[in-house]
């Protein structure tokens, strides 16, 4: 699986991003993780535009807790597209993804609203992790 974009610049600003929440950073990880098993053989979705979703997805969590002190899905699809798109831009990921990054986060815990096949991938990713982690 071809990728030019070097996933390390994504990852260091996602630990500068959440910092001590070490929490949150290992989510990331475990989401990659998935993600990359369910792209293995899928030539339909874009390797670089996975790995920034499955790392950024959840970006939105702090902004919406820092600002309400709470972060339902909803605020996440509110907060996470900008702070995604800043991140991205700052790491110098390529421009024509960013906005397909953007919806993408922006729609990862609602009903479907992009037809893209990397939505659908991290929404699977993100459901294996989530109930792992509900079932300690």
Request: charged letters at 30%.
């Given at each position: 699986?071809?990728m030019?974009f070097?996933?390390?610049?994504i990852?260091?600003?996602?630990?500068?991003?959440f910092g001590?929440?070490?929490?949150?950073?290992?989510?990331?990880?475990k989401?990659?993780?998935?993600?990359?098993?369910?792209?293995?053989?899928?030539?339909?979705?874009?390797?670089e535009?996975v790995i920034?979703?499955?790392?950024?997805?959840?970006?939105?969590?702090?902004?919406?807790e820092?600002?309400?002190?709470?972060?339902?899905?909803?605020?996440?699809?509110?907060?996470?597209p900008?702070?995604?798109?800043?991140?991205?831009?700052?790491?110098?990921f390529?421009?024509?993804k960013?906005?397909?990054?953007?919806?993408?986060?922006g729609n990862?815990?609602?009903?479907?609203?992009?037809?893209?096949?990397?939505?659908?991938?991290?929404?699977?990713?993100?459901?294996?992790?989530?109930?792992?982690?509900?079932?300690?």
């Amino acid at each position: 699986m071809p990728m030019n974009f070097p996933r390390a610049k994504i990852v260091r600003a996602l630990v500068d991003f959440f910092g001590l929440d070490d929490r949150r950073i290992e989510h990331a990880f475990k989401v990659l993780f998935h993600s990359e098993q369910l792209l293995e053989g899928r030539s339909d979705c874009d390797p670089e535009v996975v790995i920034a979703c499955a790392l950024l997805h959840d970006v939105g969590i702090r902004i919406a807790e820092e600002k309400h002190g709470r972060n339902d899905g909803p605020m996440q699809e509110e907060y996470g597209p900008p702070a995604a798109e800043g991140i991205l831009r700052a790491v110098g990921f390529p421009e024509e993804k960013i906005g397909k990054v953007k919806d993408i986060i922006g729609n990862h815990h609602s009903a479907s609203r992009f037809p893209y096949p990397e939505l659908e991938l991290l929404k699977k990713a993100d459901l294996i992790v989530n109930r792992a982690e509900a079932n300690g």
